[in-house]
């Protein structure tokens, strides 16, 4: 049972365009993270949100959280190449479960020049 | 700072073989995690250490899988026999204290494949 479900699972895009990539669950969680992963390497944190609603920007990526902490966004501006990889959202357990990371399937994302 | 450090990178073993992956995770690091990673799919957590105790090993298969962290710093999960579906990445991550807002890191995994 998939807790987090990402979309797409696959896109190609030029550089220069914006992309979305949404995270969505039926569940609420305590914080939400995003990781990227490149071939061969684990997953690196993009960032993590904690209050539903909260919008935090990292260059040119927008992270979103939903005010029901059930769902997040990942917007990227002016793609580059370089932000080719696997993009993985994480939600954070609560009660019993604090401190456990569910991961969604993540979006592959690639870049062309 | 070295990050988090895994070996074997590779590891190709037949069905019903017995494998071993080892971690060490980054000094001072307190919590330590296992997880596989299944082609196509995001991490699943597999245990979590707290120092040299076990804090959630909910989702580990017991019946082959078993983990140690002796002296609360390097970690080994071993399968013992492994299935094909066995078959993915295996990654280490430690984070200093486990809490919410603590980042893991993690290592370059190690891939396992079962024939």
């Known amino acids: 049972t998939q807790l987090l479900e990402q979309s797409p699972q696959f896109l190609s895009i030029q550089e220069g365009e914006n992309l979305t990539v949404y995270c969505n669950s039926s569940s609420v969680f305590s914080s939400l993270q995003w990781y990227r992963q490149e071939p061969g390497e684990g997953p690196v944190l993009l960032v993590t949100?904690?209050?539903?609603?909260e919008v935090k920007k990292l260059k040119r990526l927008t992270f979103q959280f939903g005010d029901a902490r059930k769902d997040s966004s990942l917007h990227i501006t002016a793609a580059q190449p370089g932000d080719t990889g696997l993009y993985l959202c994480?939600?954070?357990?609560?009660?019993?479960?604090?401190?456990?990371?569910?991961f969604g399937r993540g979006t592959q994302l690639t870049v062309w020049p | 700072e070295a990050g988090v450090a895994q070996s074997p990178r590779y590891k190709i073993i037949e069905k019903r073989q017995s494998v071993a992956f080892w971690c060490n995770p980054i000094?001072?690091?307190?919590?330590l995690y296992w997880y596989q990673q299944i082609l196509g799919q995001g991490p699943k957590l597999l245990i979590q250490?707290?120092?040299?105790?076990?804090?959630?090993d909910s989702q580990l298969p017991k019946d082959r899988f078993s983990a140690e962290r002796l002296k609360g710093v390097d970690s080994t999960l071993k399968i013992q026999p492994a299935k094909l579906e066995d078959s993915a990445v295996y990654l280490c991550?430690?984070?200093?204290?486990?809490?919410?807002?603590?980042?893991?890191?993690f290592g370059p995994g190690t891939r396992l494949t079962v024939l």
């Open positions: 000094s001072g690091h307190a919590t």
């Open positions: 994480a939600g954070g357990g609560r009660g019993s479960t604090l401190g456990r990371l569910y």
């Open positions: 949100v904690v209050t539903g609603g």
């Open positions: 991550a430690s984070s200093f204290r486990g809490r919410l807002t603590d980042t893991q890191y």
């Open positions: 250490f707290q120092n040299n105790g076990v804090v959630d």
